[in-house]
């Protein structure tokens, strides 16, 4: 499995943005599927978005469809998740994560490998 951190998050403002980096390490991530969920304080761990090994693939959440971008770059090992016009309900602890099918799911029971999370705060 690899070893997935996360970088980026922060407190800004709404209608503001953010980029969060999740560098992988102890195993290469080229052939695995990349994600991104988040989880608010009292709620379920939901998903944001997917991309598929080599990137030509990409799935959004409603919710951040338009908004969020995410893109990967394998030579670095290294997923991005680009946050505009964010919102005060984008608020959560984002995490990325890898599933070994290379063109992915959107369920946290499809990833094998977990980052600690990252804090995005978004004031109104």
């Known amino acids: 499995q690899a070893h997935l951190v996360e970088s980026g998050g922060g407190l800004v403002q709404a209608g503001g943005s953010l980029r969060l980096s999740c560098a992988a390490s102890?195993?290469?991530?080229?052939?695995?599927?990349m994600g991104w969920f988040r989880q608010a304080p009292g709620k379920e761990r939901e998903f944001v978005t997917v991309?598929?090994?080599?990137?030509?693939?990409?799935r959004y959440a409603d919710s951040v469809k338009g908004r969020f971008t995410i893109s990967r770059d394998n030579a670095k090992n290294t997923v991005y998740l680009q946050m505009n016009s964010l919102k005060p309900e984008d608020t959560a602890v984002y995490y990325c994560a890898a599933d070994e099918n290379p063109f992915g799911g959107v369920r946290t029971t499809d990833f094998d490998s977990w980052g600690q999370g990252t804090q995005v705060t978004v004031s109104s």
């Open positions: 991309i598929s090994w080599r990137g030509g693939s990409t």
């Open positions: 102890g195993r290469t991530i080229s052939t695995a599927a």
